[in-house]
């Protein structure tokens, strides 16, 4: 029988093509080539985000996770004339007859300049089951408002779960298209938000209505899945100039977390596992040098994580670290310097930043070589690095960053000045799937996918981008 042998010089030609094609996928760093149509980032009027009808009606629900676990749930809402009801009834959803269980909230307000909060309310819920759906009420008679949510399932190195990513939204009519493309797309679980909330500090005096109107607009997610808080900038709210000395007074009074179930001695960071994930939130505008607590915290919580248990470690923080974008250049290096030695050390998958107000996704770099007397100051490949992403696209009032450097850094995968939110699809200990949705033409377009390689249980080289 006579065989079609591929010619030596054909075989070895079509060889290097393959070998190059590889490459470039592996390799390839990519400056997207779409334009957004060029127009302001203008916020919605105050008037369009009504409380619900019915006196002292309960308003601006959300939840986020109550415990380090999983089994416990933070309800909060805001009742804006009397301080009860300040009940919480919950119940399992499929079950027929259960029982109804109550929890009583702790109640707070606060004054900021010439504004007084209404009456917040924050109820915990404990002893949850995973992965069970639950109905939850607030409010009484003729102003009960109803809504539900799901557990997560038991913790376990093999567990899918898959989390929505967005951050430095605002209110404006980009942001409500980004936060109609998550609620539209049925895989997200629970929200990782990477800081910068409702930029009332961008208005005069702070005016924190605009916290109010923030919780309405975003309540259409935040009340049936849990958002995981991290704090930025525009949540400082630091102005003497106004006779406000206390940063982060507003924030503080509306959104609780499970700080202390982790040992932190600051909501402004702590960490919480779920599903196969262990995530650890830090506070870009908190001391982080050494001996302060923010530092002393994370020395002791990284050697924590048992990753035959959570295999992923995702971190989330607002400025980043690694950014080439001309704004807000560096502002993250400090924190890095004291910070990146840990994470490689530790193996950290992922990290998700905010406050440049465009996306990028880097491959796995460090800059852990560099001292002050070597030069070696360029950030280098590093399979045990993590892979940094900034998502401060949610479509805010100060609009986009849209002025990258040039030419795109090696250490640089992807970037685009677009609007948008991210999906994180956790498979199992050694895969993860990651898509970025653009806001074009009114669709959410899925501009970048990639998929991630767990550090610890699947250390290989990843490709760089299946778009």
Sequence with gaps: MKLNLIPPTLFLIITCLFLLQFSQTCNARVTSTYVRKPRASIDIPVEYFTPPPGFNAPEQVHITQGDHVGRGMIITWVTPVHPTPNVVTYWEANCRHGHKHQTRATTTSYRYYNYTSGYIHHATLRKLKFDTKYIYE????NVTRRFSFTT???????????????????????????????????????????????????????????????????????????????????EIDFAPEIGENTP??????????????????????????????????????????KYTPQYNWLEQELPKINRAETPWVIVVLHSPWYNTNSYHYMEGESMRVMFEPWFVQHKVDLVFSGHVHSYERSKRVSNVRYNITNALSTPVEDISAPVYITIGDGGNIEGLANSFTEP????????????????????????????????????????????????????????????
Excluded: C
Aim: hydrophobic residues 30%.
């Design 152 to 234: 997560p399932p038991e913790i376990g190195p093999d567990v899918p779960y898959t989390f929505g990513v967005i951050g430095d939204l605002g209110q404006t009519y980009d942001s409500n298209q980004t936060l109609e493309h998550y609620v539209s797309n049925p895989k997200g679980q629970a929200m990782l938000y990477v800081g910068d909330l409702s930029y009332a500090d961008n208005h005069p005096f702070h005016n924190n209505i605009k916290w109010d109107t923030w919780g309405r607009f975003v309540e259409k997610s935040t009340a049936y899945q849990p958002w995981i808080w991290s704090a930025g900038n525009h």
């Design 248 to 289: 982060f007074r507003p924030y503080l009074h509306r959104y609780h977390v499970p700080y202390k179930a982790s040992q932190s001695t600051s909501p402004l960071w702590y960490s919480i596992k779920r599903a196969s994930t262990y995530i650890i939130v830090l506070s870009s505008y908190s001391a982080y040098g």
């Design 138 to 141: 607030v409010g009484k008679h």
């Design 408 to 467: 795109q850094p090696n250490y640089s995968a992807f970037r685009e000045a677009s609007f948008g939110h991210a999906i994180l699809e956790i498979k199992n200990r050694t895969h993860a799937f990651y898509t970025w949705h653009r806001n074009q033409d009114s669709e959410p377009v899925a501009a970048d996918s990639t998929w991630f390689y767990n550090r610890f249980w699947y250390p290989y080289e990843e490709p760089n981008s299946m778009v």
